[in-house]
C-alpha cells in the first residue's frame, strides 16, 4: 500500500480517483484547500502526487515547480489539457508522467504502479545518498557535498547531518541529538553538542554553504 495524494479542485473526478486508489488498496489524501498546497504535501510526504494543472490560485505547473526546489517526491499531472506542448511542458517543469483526461482506469492504474516500481527500485539504489537544497550527503563516504565542492565529516558529524536530513523541515530538539549520539555515555556536557554544531557549521562555510542549520533558541535545530 502507498501513499496518493490527490490534488484535484473538481469534486466528481477527485472522489472518482480516490475510490479507485482505495480499491487498489492505496492509503489516499485529499487536498480541498488551495491556500498552501505546496506545504501541504511536503507535510504529507506521499508516495506519488495526483496533479491537476488547472486549480485555483496557482497552477498544478507552478505548484510542481514549488515543490522541486525542495523535493523529489514524483508527480503525475492529471489533466483536460492534452496537446503535445501541454505534456511537454509537464514534464519539463518536474512531472515524472502525464495523464489526459478523460482517463482510463485501468490505464491510471498501471501508469502509476510503473511509477512507484521505478520510484522503489530508485531509493532503494540511492538509501546511502541524501539530498536537501542540493547539497549532498554521502552516508559511504562520510561527506558533504555542494556544487563543485565536498568536504569529509567525523563520525559524530556525519551522525549530526544524518538526524537532521531525515527529519528535514521539522525543529530537532536538542535532547534528542544528544540521546541520538551518545546514548551509552553515563554524562555528556550540553556544551559538547554546540561544540559539533559550531564544527560541521565551518565544515559548511568552507565549500560555500551558509546558514544551512538555524538555531531555534530554547527548541533546538532546523535545516
Known sequence: MYKIMIIEDEINIRCELKMILENALHEVFLVENFIEVTQAIININPDVVLLDVNLPNKSGLEI?????????????????????????????????????????????????????????????????????????????????????????????????????????EQIVPRINLVEYLWDNEVFIDDNTLSVNITRIRNKLSSIGINDFIETKRGLGYKI
Do not use: W
Open 64 to 168: 510542481c515547480g514549488e515543490l522541486r526546489k525542495t523535493s523529489d517526491i514524483p508527480v503525475i499531472f492529471v489533466t483536460s489539457r492534452n496537446t503535445s506542448m501541454d505534456e511537454l511542458n509537464c514534464i519539463t517543469l518536474g512531472g515524472d508522467d502525464y495523464i489526459s483526461k478523460p482517463y482510463n482506469a485501468p490505464i491510471l492504474l498501471a501508469r502509476l504502479s510503473s511509477l512507484l516500481k521505478r520510484v522503489k527500485k530508485s531509493s532503494k539504489n540511492n538509501e546511502n545518498i541524501l539530498i536537501y537544497k542540493e547539497i549532498t550527503l554521502d552516508l559511504l563516504t562520510a561527506k558533504i557535498k555542494y556544487k563543485n565542492e565536498e568536504i569529509e565529516l567525523s563520525k559524530n558529524e556525519l551522525k549530526i547531518l544524518y538526524y537532521l536530513f531525515t527529519n528535514k
